[in-house]
């Protein structure tokens, strides 16, 4: 069975920093491209950023650019999340997901994970 699981969120004060991190049993994605999302309360869901099944190459939303970096590690199947700065607006579920394509749509995306919440209070 495939699945993605999603750890470190949580709640933080504006200007704080979290590192969200998501691992891959089932199989493994070192060919695939990964990607984080977030959906905020009432929102739909939208692109944080995605990185190349190589780790060369890396995309990120206009809103996140320069505060947010994307990782991975193919040997511990892992892909992480760096948030510095965070703002009140970056308040969401975060979901990471896998997929061949691996662009900054969502139906680029074959699995997903179950989500985790960050909260940023101001």
């Known amino acids: 069975q495939v699945q993605l699981v999603e750890s470190g969120g949580g709640l933080v004060q504006a200007g704080a920093s979290l590192r969200l991190s998501c691992t891959a049993s089932?199989?493994?994605?070192?060919?695939?491209?990964k990607a984080w999302f977030r959906q905020a309360p009432g929102k739909e869901r939208e692109f944080v950023a995605a990185i190349s099944s190589s780790g060369a190459r890396t995309y990120y939303a206009d809103s996140v650019k320069g505060r947010f970096t994307i990782s991975r590690d193919n040997g511990k199947n892992t892909v992480d999340l760096q948030m510095n700065t965070l703002k009140p607006e970056d308040t969401a579920v975060y979901y990471c997901a896998a997929g061949r394509a691996g662009g900054a749509k969502d139906y680029e995306y074959d699995y997903w994970g179950q989500g985790t919440q960050v909260t940023v209070s101001s």
């Open positions: 089932g199989r493994t994605f070192s060919t695939y491209g």
